[in-house]
């Protein structure tokens, strides 16, 4: 049989293809074959987004055409026959007009590295393509599936709030309650800045303007479809047009896949290799995409996406009695954390039950409800309820393989019923569930007495599962106290878990499950109480009720405040003011280039690695060589941030004191040296924080171990010295029960202090910072409201924490703080320059055209920058420990001046002159217009031989008071307000600077409560991808994030007197670490039984896992398991 041609449309253009393999995805088609590389390949697992694009088709049963967002890197080619592709690309360029959406994201400081940045636009244009003026909370939903490792996301949801109805940045001048600078006002004499972007230079969102649907696919929607076949090498692609069609295939293929979504089969074929030789596409079939309301339930065909199940569930919430809607609420709260809107646009219902994960949210839930499932086969037809019966095995379900999955109803619920679904993750969005689970229990009627009761599980087994043995004994019982302890001793014996079950975190899941079932006991007992008030069993301890709250998230808030440059400073005059990131439009419409992207050469050849312990190959090729390392065997083969273990003694005053410290750091280096005893280096020099010691001493080693070489990250060990410090401060506030905040700032450094390296502290601003944070923080108020709140509430609390930080500025190897730049000025005006430094997002480039362009005196408009090279600017120092912008900053400028002195004689023979006339004057007399410049920081250097010597030019300062609430029976928590203040000295561009504290803020938030590493007993690394290894979303940013620039205080050894900023705002995050220890402090003294002062144990980061784990309580002692000393658990956590 001759294979089909496949005809779909790219940005408005017709694409066939003659020989599409089912093989090729769509972004490997996008980026390869057509050249458009807008389009990203950032994990290929569809966790990112980087490759977001917007698919539109005519939709037969809605009888509309309907526009979604994908993943590229998961769809198939081949399942896009007939529908029309649209790409960062195709919705605006620089060349021609930026698409708003492209304009705003830019204008308001949302791109660094500009990476996700195509795909966060696509993300937003499919949104407004469906709403053009959507609710902020669904612009929140459209970046579930959305990553930014750069940004701290804040800028991004602020620019494109003033697409929504909530409104966006009036600068203050409209009566807008919602404006940013309309918001609650701060205690502190502080006035406002403007706005980072302005509102008014955007242009407006005209959907009529929009790419129409090809009218060539709008015609064939009077066509009946026509079965296709696509060929590929290895895989034959059927995409059937009758229910008739399909399952005489199935009848023929029973081995053959079902593929919709392909978020499953797609994930199966990349990482796990398998092949699957027949794939039949059901997508066009009406019986499989129909919903319907029947009498007893909804029924969805088994193809209909998850997004779809969702639209029709909430209409039918709110339409329907709630007693009716009891189980569809369970399936919204858990299609609410369930991937992002790209998968849930493809991903069938269908898929997530008969790819029968044990992990699965929904399944579970079908379980308890009783949903019922109708499959059928060439000639047979059943329905069957999903019951413990139903996956018989390991990713077994009951199906024979001639069987399909029809549809699925999910029933109303009944007058006396109640259902909940919960589930935790590592992080909300689009995570897998450590425990996911539906519940569901019918009262006879008119009593508390039970009729029926049903709790099933995911992640508790090698399948979805129900708890029958405890479920059973409960029938007849009545709901209350007694029932409660004696379903948690049950399920505790039933669910047990082996201390080496797969997935690790045996405590934490077994108690999970009794932490649901306790939540959906008092969730019940809420109802009930409505339901029969005169029933005592109804009667809920209010404090209590915070159990029972569903995770809500307010809407964002967000201030920034940075000094104005002053009144008269040249319009010209670019520095201080907040210059939008210079490539942030090319990256916001897909056309900046990164590696990958650069076009292929015909005779390229592809470099793989290969993980061994000795060298194999001999490379001369003589050709080019492309290297792209895919997400995961970039995290397998490359080490992470040196983890760090410390021992320590500490000595101090019934004051709080210290007067003593001995500190033994031992990092984690991995198989090799690498920069490991420099990173030790630096986390010794950074031991004291903040703080004065009189009695120091601190001793690092590199611990060689069998893991891959770590490396060091943003901080360079000084993050990890001084979390180690935050530690024993805190305890030593504990221990004299003294507040936390008092013992800190009796501890601080003072002006002209002498640190424990002996360098003294000059314009020492810290204490400035802390009364500045205090103050616009408005802590004491807050504690007072915190205590109040954990006195209300049993099983959620709040923390609250303040935290300085001292980050030293230069190399402590000292030949490396040096730097140069090259100018060249032409003669119409134009200026190229160059210079030691990469730019990678961090806004150097943009900064250094700023630096240029105040030193010349010249508009930023005639400056260009030239990539930096080492055939322009020699020997280039790396770009970090944050200096990049004050070393080379300052060798522009050095150059600068040589341009400018040779300029002089033409500025004084014309005074009134032009700078094109003087440099067209210059040309003209054969004065050389090019000048390098070279800059290296001088008196620095350092021996921890001797401990002599100065290691840092200067020390930034900042000031982080953040809260938390946790969720004490999940390990859930909650970033409810950040307040920076930040010494940045005169910042050279505000935005950038704000982006930068909040981006390294963000980075170390996931540092400190999210980004953990597992590795197998043997060593291999089990978190290998954004699936698995969870970094900040958006989500994760706390709601109100505010941010100040310390103002007055500029710096005499940088650039135009600013600071270095890269590196130190990373370690304020370590105020939501502290703040979530302090929320479980009062959890424990409420449930554990301890006092106040005890002293626990919380490593870094503090995931659900340990929250959990360490809010002990009446149900984390049930669940304790015996580890023996010969288990193998199921990773190791290094
Ligand atoms: C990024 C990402 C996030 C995810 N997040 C979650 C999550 O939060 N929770 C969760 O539970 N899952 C999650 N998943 C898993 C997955 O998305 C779901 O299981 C999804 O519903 C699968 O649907 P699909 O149409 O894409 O399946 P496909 O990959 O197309 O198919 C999956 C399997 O189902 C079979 N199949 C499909 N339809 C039928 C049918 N009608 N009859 C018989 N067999 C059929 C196929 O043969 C195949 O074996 C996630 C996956 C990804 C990639
Ligand atoms: S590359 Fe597709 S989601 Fe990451
Ligand atoms: S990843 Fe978002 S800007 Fe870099």
Same mark, same amino acid.
């Given at each position: 049989?001759?294979?089909?041609? !496949?005809?779909?449309?790219?940005?408005?253009?017709?694409?066939?293809?003659?020989?599409?393999?089912?093989?090729?995805?769509?972004?490997?088609?996008?980026?390869?074959? !057509?050249?458009?590389?807008?389009?990203?390949?950032?994990?290929?697992?569809?966790?990112?987004?980087?490759?977001?694009?917007?698919?539109?088709?005519?939709?037969?049963?809605?009888?509309?055409?309907?526009?979604?967002?994908?993943?590229?890197?998961?769809?198939?080619?081949?399942?896009?026959?007939?529908?029309?592709?649209?790409?960062?690309?195709?919705?605006?360029?620089?060349?021609?007009?930026?698409?708003?959406?492209?304009?705003?994201?830019?204008?308001?400081?949302?791109?660094?590295?500009?990476?996700?940045?195509?795909?966060?636009?696509?993300?937003?244009?499919? !949104?407004?393509?469906?709403?053009?003026?959507?609710?902020?909370?669904?612009?929140? *939903?459209?970046?579930?599936?959305?990553?930014?490792?750069?940004?701290?996301?804040?800028?991004?949801?602020?620019?494109?709030?003033?697409?929504?109805?909530?409104?966006?940045?009036?600068?203050?001048?409209?009566?807008?309650?919602?404006?940013?600078?309309?918001?609650?006002?701060?205690?502190?004499?502080?006035?406002?800045?403007?706005?980072?972007?302005?509102?008014?230079?955007?242009?407006?969102?005209?959907?009529?303007?929009?790419?129409?649907?090809?009218?060539?696919?709008?015609?064939?929607?009077?066509?009946?479809?026509?079965?296709?076949?696509?060929?590929?090498?290895?895989?034959?692609?059927?995409?059937?047009?009758?229910?008739?069609?399909?399952?005489?295939?199935?009848?023929?293929?029973?081995?053959?896949?079902?593929?919709?979504?392909?978020?499953?089969?797609?994930?199966?074929?990349?990482?796990?290799?398998?092949?699957?030789?027949?794939?039949?596409?059901?997508?066009?079939?009406?019986?499989?995409?129909?919903?319907?309301?029947?009498?007893?339930?909804?029924?969805?065909?088994?193809?209909?996406?998850?997004?779809?199940?969702?639209?029709?569930?909430?209409?039918?919430?709110?339409?329907?009695?709630?007693?009716?809607?009891?189980?569809?609420?369970?399936?919204?709260?858990?299609?609410?954390?369930?991937?992002?809107?790209?998968?849930?646009?493809?991903?069938?219902?269908?898929?997530?039950?008969?790819?029968?994960?044990?992990?699965?949210?929904?399944?579970?839930?079908?379980?308890?409800?009783?949903?019922?499932?109708?499959?059928?086969?060439?000639?047979?037809?059943?329905?069957?309820?999903?019951?413990?019966?139903?996956?018989?095995?390991?990713?077994?379900?009951?199906?024979?393989?001639?069987?399909?999955?029809?549809?699925?109803?999910?029933?109303?619920?009944?007058?006396?019923?109640?259902?909940?679904?919960?589930?935790?993750?590592?992080?909300?969005?689009?995570?897998?569930?450590?425990? #996911?689970?539906?519940?569901?229990?019918?009262?006879?009627?008119?009593?508390?007495?039970?009729?029926?009761?049903?709790?099933?599980?995911?992640?508790?087994?090698?399948?979805?599962?129900?708890?029958?043995?405890?479920?059973?004994?409960?029938?007849?019982?009545?709901?209350?106290?007694?029932?409660?302890?004696?379903?948690?001793?049950?399920?505790?014996?039933?669910?047990?878990?082996?201390?080496?079950?797969?997935?690790?975190?045996?405590?934490?899941?077994?108690? !999970?499950?009794?932490?649901?079932?306790?939540?959906?006991?008092?969730?019940?007992?809420?109802?009930?109480?409505?339901?029969?008030?005169?029933?005592?069993?109804?009667?809920?301890?209010?404090?209590?009720?915070?159990?029972?709250?569903?995770?809500?998230?307010?809407?964002?808030?967000?201030?920034?405040?940075?000094?104005?440059?002053?009144?008269?400073?040249?319009?010209?005059?670019?520095?201080?003011?907040?210059?939008?990131?210079?490539?942030?439009?090319?990256?916001?419409?897909?056309?900046?280039?990164?590696?990958?992207?650069?076009?292929?050469?015909?005779?390229?050849?592809?470099?793989?690695?290969?993980?061994?312990?000795?060298?194999?190959?001999?490379?001369? #090729?003589?050709?080019?060589?492309?290297?792209?390392?895919?997400?995961?065997? *970039?995290?397998?083969?490359?080490?992470?941030?040196?983890?760090?273990?410390?021992?320590?003694?500490?000595?101090?005053?019934?004051?709080?004191?210290?007067?003593?410290?001995?500190?033994?750091?031992?990092?984690?280096?991995?198989?090799?040296?690498?920069?490991?005893?420099?990173?030790?280096?630096?986390?010794?020099?950074?031991?004291?924080?903040?703080?004065?010691?009189?009695?120091?001493?601190?001793?690092?080693?590199?611990?060689?171990?069998?893991?891959?070489?770590?490396?060091?990250?943003?901080?360079?060990?000084?993050?990890?010295?001084?979390?180690?410090?935050?530690?024993?401060?805190?305890?030593?506030?504990?221990?004299?029960?003294?507040?936390?905040?008092?013992?800190?700032?009796?501890?601080?450094?003072?002006?002209?202090?002498?640190?424990?390296?002996?360098?003294?502290?000059?314009?020492?601003?810290?204490?400035?910072?802390?009364?500045?944070?205090?103050?616009?923080?408005?802590?004491?108020?807050?504690?007072?409201?915190?205590?109040?709140?954990?006195?209300?509430?049993?099983?959620?609390?709040?923390?609250?924490?303040?935290?300085?930080?001292?980050?030293?500025?230069?190399? #402590?190897?000292?030949?490396?703080?040096?730097?140069?730049?090259?100018?060249?000025?032409?003669?119409?005006?134009?200026?190229?320059?160059?210079?030691?430094?990469?730019?990678?997002?961090?806004?150097?480039?943009?900064?250094?055209?700023?630096?240029?362009?105040?030193?010349?005196?010249?508009?930023?408009?005639?400056?260009?920058?030239?990539?930096?090279?080492?055939? #322009?600017?020699?020997?280039?120092?790396?770009?970090?420990?944050?200096?990049?912008?004050?070393?080379?900053?300052?060798?522009?400028?050095?150059?600068?001046?040589?341009?400018?002195?040779?300029?002089?004689?033409?500025?004084?023979?014309?005074?009134?002159?032009?700078?094109?006339?003087?440099?067209?004057?210059?040309?003209?007399?054969?004065?050389?217009?090019?000048?390098?410049?070279?800059?290296?920081?001088?008196?620095?250097?350092?021996?921890?031989?001797?401990?002599?010597?100065?290691?840092?030019?200067?020390?930034?300062?900042?000031?982080?008071?953040?809260?938390?609430?946790?969720?004490?029976?999940?390990?859930?928590?909650?970033?409810?307000?950040?307040?920076?203040?930040?010494?940045?000295?005169?910042?050279?561009?505000?935005?950038?600077?704000?982006?930068?504290?909040?981006?390294?803020?963000?980075?170390?938030?996931?540092?400190?409560?999210?980004?953990?590493?597992?590795?197998?007993?043997?060593?291999?690394?089990?978190?290998?991808?954004?699936?698995?290894?969870?970094?900040?979303?958006?989500?994760?940013?706390?709601?109100?994030?505010?941010?100040?620039?310390?103002?007055?205080?500029?710096?005499?050894?940088?650039?135009?007197?600013?600071?270095?900023?890269?590196?130190?705002?990373?370690?304020?995050?370590?105020?939501?670490?502290?703040?979530?220890?302090?929320?479980?402090?009062?959890?424990?003294?409420?449930?554990?039984?301890?006092?106040?002062?005890?002293?626990?144990?919380?490593?870094?980061?503090?995931?659900?896992?340990?929250?959990?784990?360490?809010?002990?309580?009446?149900?984390?002692?049930?669940?304790?398991?015996?580890?023996?000393?010969?288990?193998?658990?199921?990773?190791?956590?290094?």
């Amino acid at each position: 049989m001759t294979a089909d041609e !496949l005809v779909f449309f790219v940005n408005g253009k017709k694409v066939v293809e003659k020989n599409a393999d089912p093989e090729t995805t769509l972004l490997a088609y996008l980026r390869r074959k !057509l050249g458009l590389s807008g389009t990203k390949l950032g994990c290929g697992e569809g966790r990112c987004g980087a490759c977001t694009v917007m698919i539109s088709k005519y939709d037969h049963l809605q009888n509309k055409i309907v526009h979604f967002s994908a993943n590229a890197c998961l769809a198939p080619i081949c399942s896009l026959h007939h529908v029309a592709v649209t790409t960062v690309e195709g919705i605006g360029s620089t060349k021609t007009r930026l698409h708003p959406v492209q304009e705003r994201i830019a204008k308001s400081h949302g791109s660094q590295c500009g990476f996700c940045t195509p795909g966060i636009v696509m993300s937003m244009y499919t !949104l407004l393509r469906n709403q053009p003026q959507p609710t902020m909370e669904e612009v929140e *939903d459209a970046f579930h599936g959305n990553l930014c490792r750069c940004t701290g996301y804040r800028p991004i949801l602020q620019g494109f709030r003033t697409f929504t109805k909530d409104g966006g940045c009036c600068g203050g001048n409209a009566d807008n309650p919602n404006c940013c600078m309309n918001q609650k006002k701060d205690h502190t004499q502080i006035t406002p800045s403007p706005c980072l972007f302005n509102p008014e230079d955007f242009m407006p969102l005209d959907p009529t303007q929009e790419p129409i649907f090809p009218p060539e696919l709008l015609r064939l929607k009077d066509t009946p479809q026509k079965q296709v076949r696509f060929e590929g090498e290895r895989v034959t692609w059927i995409q059937a047009s009758t229910l008739k069609e399909l399952l005489d295939l199935k009848a023929q293929h029973p081995e053959a896949k079902l593929v919709v979504g392909n978020t499953e089969i797609g994930i199966e074929m990349k990482f796990k290799n398998k092949l699957f030789p027949v794939i039949i596409s059901p997508a066009w079939i009406p019986e499989l995409n129909f919903v319907e309301r029947g009498p007893e339930g909804i029924s969805f065909g088994a193809a209909c996406s998850l997004d779809s199940v969702e639209k029709t569930l909430k209409d039918a919430v709110a339409e329907l009695p709630a007693h009716k809607t009891e189980v569809f609420r369970g399936v919204l709260e858990q299609l609410r954390w369930f991937a992002g809107k790209q998968v849930k646009s493809v991903a069938s219902i269908g898929g997530n039950i008969i790819n029968a994960s044990p992990i699965s949210d929904l399944n579970p839930v079908f379980m308890a409800s009783g949903a019922k499932m109708t499959i059928v086969s060439r000639g047979t037809r059943r329905t069957v309820p999903m019951d413990h019966t139903f996956f018989p095995a390991y990713r077994k379900t009951l199906l024979s393989p001639e069987e399909i999955l029809l549809s699925i109803e999910i029933p109303y619920s009944r007058e006396g019923e109640f259902f909940s679904a919960f589930k935790q993750a590592s992080r909300r969005e689009d995570d897998i569930a450590k425990v #996911t689970c539906g519940m569901r229990v019918l009262f006879q009627p008119g009593t508390t007495q039970v009729k029926e009761l049903a709790l099933c599980y995911g992640g508790m087994a090698d399948r979805t599962i129900s708890a029958l043995k405890t479920t059973r004994k409960q029938l007849s019982n009545f709901w209350n106290e007694k029932l409660l302890h004696e379903v948690c001793a049950s399920l505790a014996e039933e669910l047990h878990l082996p201390p080496d079950a797969p997935g690790g975190m045996v405590d934490f899941r077994r108690t !999970l499950t009794l932490s649901f079932f306790f939540k959906f006991y008092l969730t019940v007992l809420q109802k009930l109480g409505k339901e029969h008030p005169e029933d005592k069993c109804g009667q809920l301890d209010p404090t209590f009720a915070s159990a029972t709250f569903l995770f809500q998230k307010d809407p964002p808030a967000n201030v920034q405040l940075f000094q104005e440059v002053p009144k008269g400073q040249s319009e010209e005059d670019m520095v201080g003011r907040p210059l939008p990131h210079l490539a942030s439009a090319m990256q916001a419409s897909g056309e900046a280039m990164y590696c990958d992207d650069i076009p292929r050469y015909e005779n390229e050849l592809t470099l793989r690695l290969v993980t061994s312990t000795q060298a194999h190959a001999k490379i001369k #090729t003589g050709r080019p060589v492309r290297c792209m390392l895919d997400r995961d065997e *970039d995290m397998l083969i490359t080490g992470g941030r040196n983890p760090f273990l410390a021992r320590y003694k500490v000595g101090f005053m019934k004051t709080g004191k210290v007067v003593a410290l001995e500190v033994e750091h031992y990092g984690n280096a991995g198989n090799s040296e690498d920069l490991s005893l420099r990173v030790v280096g630096r986390a010794l020099l950074h031991m004291d924080n903040s703080y004065k010691i009189p009695n120091i001493r601190g001793t690092g080693q590199a611990c060689k171990t069998n893991l891959p070489s770590n490396t060091a990250f943003r901080g360079f060990g000084g993050p990890q010295g001084m979390l180690i410090a935050e530690h024993w401060m805190s305890e030593v506030a504990v221990t004299c029960g003294l507040p936390a905040e008092e013992v800190r700032k009796k501890n601080m450094y003072k002006e002209g202090d002498l640190t424990h390296f002996n360098q003294k502290l000059e314009g020492f601003t810290l204490p400035r910072c802390w009364d500045e944070c205090l103050a616009i923080s408005e802590y004491h108020a807050r504690r007072s409201e915190v205590d109040k709140f954990n006195k209300e509430h049993c099983w959620k609390k709040r923390g609250l924490c303040i935290i300085p930080i001292k980050f030293g500025i230069d190399y #402590t190897l000292s030949f490396l703080n040096q730097a140069g730049a090259l100018i060249l000025v032409y003669t119409d005006g134009s200026v190229l320059l160059t210079h030691g430094g990469t730019e990678m997002g961090q806004g150097l480039h943009t900064k250094m055209v700023q630096v240029a362009s105040k030193a010349l005196k010249i508009p930023i408009s005639k400056i260009y920058i030239s990539e930096t090279s080492t055939n #322009t600017v020699p020997n280039t120092s790396p770009t970090s420990a944050s200096i990049s912008t004050d070393i080379n900053g300052q060798a522009v400028y050095e150059a600068c001046q040589k341009i400018l002195k040779r300029l002089e004689p033409f500025k004084r023979k014309n005074p009134r002159g032009s700078w094109e006339d003087w440099v067209t004057a210059a040309y003209q007399d054969a004065v050389s217009l090019s000048a390098t410049g070279f800059y290296k920081i001088p008196n620095v250097g350092y021996s921890f031989e001797t401990n002599s010597g100065t290691p840092f030019n200067y020390f930034s300062y900042g000031v982080a008071c953040s809260e938390v609430e946790i969720d004490c029976l999940t390990g859930d928590h909650k970033n409810l307000r950040t307040d920076i203040v930040m010494d940045v000295g005169c910042s050279l561009n505000p935005a950038i600077d704000i982006g930068q504290v909040e981006g390294a803020f963000v980075q170390g938030l996931g540092l400190f409560t999210l980004e953990e590493l597992h590795y197998s007993p043997d060593g291999t690394l089990l978190t290998r991808g954004p699936g698995t290894y969870k970094i900040p979303a958006f989500g994760s940013i706390p709601t109100e994030f505010r941010v100040s620039l310390l103002r007055d205080s500029p710096n005499k050894k940088a650039i135009y007197a600013s600071k270095a900023i890269g590196e130190p705002p990373l370690f304020l995050a370590a105020s939501i670490f502290f703040a979530i220890k302090d929320a479980i402090r009062a959890a424990r003294a409420q449930h554990g039984g301890s006092n106040t002062k005890e002293l626990f144990r919380l490593d870094s980061p503090a995931t659900p896992e340990k929250i959990r784990n360490a809010c002990v309580d009446k149900f984390t002692t049930l669940c304790i398991t015996d580890v023996p000393g010969n288990c193998k658990p199921w990773s190791q956590r290094v």
